[in-house]
Nanobody, 117 residues
Framework: QVQLVESGGGLVRTGDSLRLSCAASGRTPDTYVLAWFRQAPGKERKWIAATSRSGASTYYTDSVKGRFTVSRDNAKNILYLQMNSLKPEDTAIYYC??????????WGQGTQVTVSS
């Protein structure tokens, strides 16, 4: 199994930047697809970004494309999410997840990101 621990969340203002990290450990975490999800107050959890196993391919939902950058360091077993030009609509609990393909079986506990106007 894989254990995931997010960090880097906080309270920021519109236009600020944050870098989230997700430390992975356990059985061969570099063989898993890694992704970021977020859940805003009163809304369902949604996928926002993902990386292939090698990190060579990245994918984003339209609302974060051009502002967020997802990457992974397989040597350190860390997944990153660089968030720039943050907006109040980005306020949510951010989760990292791991899975064999598009099914995510492992989840972190989440880290809160709050963006004030």
């Amino acid at each position: 199994q894989v254990q995931l621990v997010e960090s880097g969340g906080g309270l920021v203002r519109t236009g600020d930047s944050l870098r989230l990290s997700c430390a992975a450990s356990g059985r061969t975490p570099d063989t898993y697809v890694l992704a970021w999800f977020r859940q805003a107050p009163g809304k369902e959890r949604k996928w926002i970004a993902a990386t292939s196993r090698s990190g060579a391919s990245t994918y984003y939902t339209d609302s974060v494309k051009g502002r967020f950058t997802v990457s992974r360091d397989n040597a350190k077993n860390i997944l990153y999410l660089q968030m720039n030009s943050l907006k109040p609509e980005d306020t949510a609990i951010y989760y990292c997840a791991a899975g064999a393909d598009t099914t995510f079986d492992y989840w972190g506990q989440g880290t809160q990101v709050t963006v004030s106007s």
